[in-house]
């Protein structure tokens, strides 16, 4: 595969493979297991790294290894526990397992967290509507871009 990845440029200028952006690309085609090796191999590049740890933990759940999964959220959530990425992975994981107020608790923290770009609206929307589905609440105010709800 790395041959691969230096023939169609996913190496980096020093020439070495850029093992992250392989494993986003194998993630991507639904490789799971392929996309698992490169983010780990990206690990031993950048040990802890927070943004590799969540990446393995997507791949892991994707594959069906749901505890693995959330003991590398439950990791990445203990050295930075603002990770919003790890907050809105654990709390599916917690849905699909039927508990709801720990997924309630992680649905809020990745609300209070969450990066306001267009990248993330897709995500935070379907928190929110997971939310007020769990709360029953019809619909949770919006967040005020300077830092509360409206309507407060």
């Known amino acids: 595969m790395t ?6 440029g ?6 070495r493979v850029d093992y992250y952006r392989e494993g986003l690309e194998l993630l991507n085609d639904g ?4 996309a698992l090796t490169s983010f780990r191999l990206a690990l031993k590049e950048a ?7 969540q990446q393995i933990a997507i791949s892991y759940t994707r594959i069906g290894m749901t ?5 590398t959220y439950r990791h990445v959530l203990k050295s930075k526990p603002d990770a919003a990425g790890a907050h809105y992975g654990l ?17 809020r923290a990745f609300l ?32 005020d871009p300077r ?3 409206h309507g407060q």
């Not at 040990?47 to 740890?53: I, K, N």
């Open 91 to 107: 709390a599916f994981l917690y849905l699909r397992a039927g508990q709801h107020e720990d997924a309630l608790r992680h649905l």
């Open 47 to 53: 040990p802890g790294d927070p943004v590799v740890l």
């Open 31 to 34: 490789k799971f297991h392929e």
């Open 67 to 71: 505890e693995e999964a959330a003991k």
């Open 112 to 143: 209070e967290n969450a990066p306001r770009d267009d990248l993330a609206d897709e995500h935070v929307r379907h928190a929110r509507a997971t939310m007020a589905q769990l709360t029953g609440e019809m619909d949770l105010p919006e967040p």
């Open 10 to 15: 996913t190496s980096r200028s020093d020439g």
């Open 147 to 149: 830092g509360g709800a």
């Open 3 to 8: 041959w691969l990845n230096k023939l169609f």
